[in-house]
């Protein structure tokens, strides 16, 4: 679990819009893309996030 003042910090480096946690994963609602996070650690790239529906 990422911690919440981080998660308050971090943000879409596509859409520059806020991130959610859910699962293992940081959410952006508005570029509908999914980051994975590893080791606790969040991989906010582009070309490693996953499209959502």
Excluded: F, H, W
């Excluded at 699962?23 to 508005?30: A, P, S």
């Amino acid at each position: 679990m990422i911690d919440e003042a981080l998660l308050k910090l971090l943000v879409c480096p596509k859409s520059k819009a806020p991130l959610k946690q859910v699962g293992d994963e940081l959410v952006c609602e508005t570029s509908g893309l999914a980051y994975p996070i590893n080791d606790g650690i969040p991989v906010l790239l582009i070309e490693e996030a996953r499209k959502i529906s």
